[in-house]
């Protein structure tokens, strides 16, 4: 981006007020400057980008703009892509300050940069972005903020984070932030140990050894105490054994661990809780579009009825959530839609949102989670 930022400067393409706004954002070089270990290699990616942008700029000029693109460009996602399309600098959106519980998403709707609402928001609130992260825990989220925005969070959500950590930890544990973190790269660890295990050829890949080493670091991996099930990586490891059983066409052992891995997730109004949902809800409807195919049982399975109204009422949650992130007309949205009415024509069942069809959801949902050793509370989805 540096690199692009510079070409267009020297082309005189940005308009004055466009280049008098960049020049106001924010750089944190001083903070970046004390933080960093190589800061003579920050300062050698600014004098070659000047060298090989043919850049008018000062070197110290060409330094504080990539200082100014660290802190204030924004990944540029959208849901339903797999990785973000780029980094993209907002002069608004760089504007917005930072909460571990934001009360907005920013959202890239076909070209253009949204900021959404996520809750009902009082008349001169301030708007809150969360930054990066948001599904992890502040041990994970506030050091890959300094290192990135050089400021330490210190909002309600990491407080409370930081107390949990603290909490009920046996006298003989000084410091139970070491232990945490110790746990948190083993989970990481078996992530990789399974990727790797996936892509070799001489053997069918089995996920239960992989779910077994994780029930056995979670059970004291806290720090002495039961692993949260809602603390990440323990989530996202499911998540990535659930993906690695797709890959292989193990459909059940699929949706089973990735109603477990959404069960567990805590924040569900942002855009990597929707992008999970598109992935679960992917993954059901290939088991549901096709009843007949033969799967490999373990252990007694829900109906086959009971997996579609699952399938149908989180198209519907998705749905909602789409609308609220992209709008009713937004691209995603659409998609979205159209895939839900394909599912709803298949449907037998009563007519979604109706009260028949939310009492069918609702039962057909705790049997599912049941099976999957959920507890039915841990997840609750409210269809409107
Ligand atoms: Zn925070």
């Excluded at 930022?5 to 944190?28: C, D, N, S, T």
């Excluded at 001083?30 to 290699?41: G, L, P, V």
């Excluded at 900021?115 to 930054?131: D, M, P, Q, S, T």
């Excluded at 599912?343 to 069942?349: I, S, T």
Aim: some cysteine; overall charge positive; glycine content about 4%.
């Amino acid at each position: 981006m540096l690199y692009r930022i510079l070409i267009l400067l020297r082309k005189k393409v940005l308009l004055p007020e466009q280049v008098r706004a960049l020049a106001r954002l924010a750089h944190e070089q001083d903070k970046y400057e004390q933080i960093t270990n190589d800061w003579q290699k920050v300062k050698d990616i600014a004098a070659e980008a000047k060298e090989r942008m043919k850049s008018e700029l000062d070197v110290a000029d060409v330094l504080r703009l990539y200082c100014l693109i660290r802190c204030n460009a924004l990944p540029v996602d959208q849901t339903s892509r797999n990785a973000p399309l780029g980094t993209a600098i907002d002069l608004g959106a760089a504007m917005l300050n930072h909460n571990c519980e934001p009360n907005i998403v920013i959202i890239f709707n076909s070209i253009r940069v949204e900021v959404r609402a996520i809750n009902n928001l009082k008349a001169g609130e301030e708007l809150l972005h969360c930054y990066r992260d948001i599904a992890y825990d502040c041990t994970f989220r506030n050091p890959r903020i300094a290192a990135r925005y050089q400021f330490k969070c210190q909002c309600d959500r990491c407080i409370r984070e930081s107390d949990r950590h603290y909490a009920g930890v046996s006298p003989d544990i000084e410091d139970p932030i070491m232990p945490i973190l110790a746990t948190q790269g083993d989970l990481f660890a078996i992530i990789e140990k399974a990727k790797l295990r996936a892509l070799s050829l001489f053997n069918p890949f089995d996920v239960s050894p992989f779910l077994a080493e994780i029930d056995e670091l979670t059970e004291e991996g806290y720090a002495g105490r039961r692993w949260p099930d809602d603390l990440e990586p323990l989530p996202i490891a499911l998540k990535s054994l659930a993906a690695l059983c797709e890959r292989q066409g193990d459909i059940i052992n699929t949706i089973k661990i990735r109603v477990k891995a959404l069960a567990f997730a805590k924040y569900r109004n942002n855009l990597p809780y929707s992008e999970d949902l598109v992935d679960f809800v992917v993954s059901l409807r290939s088991f549901t579009m096709y009843p007949h195919r033969k799967v490999l049982l373990d252990g007694p399975l829900p109906k086959f009825k009971e997996f579609q109204d699952f399938c149908v009422g989180h198209m519907c949650a998705l749905h909602a959530l789409m609308a609220r992130f992209y709008g009713e007309q937004g691209r995603v949205t659409r998609i979205v839609r159209e895939i839900m009415h394909d599912e709803m024509d298949r449907y037998q069942g009563p007519r979604p949102p109706t009260r028949a069809f939310r009492r069918k959801f609702k039962a057909s949902h705790e049997t599912i989670l049941k099976w999957a050793g959920v507890d039915v509370k841990s997840w609750i989805v409210e269809l409107s």
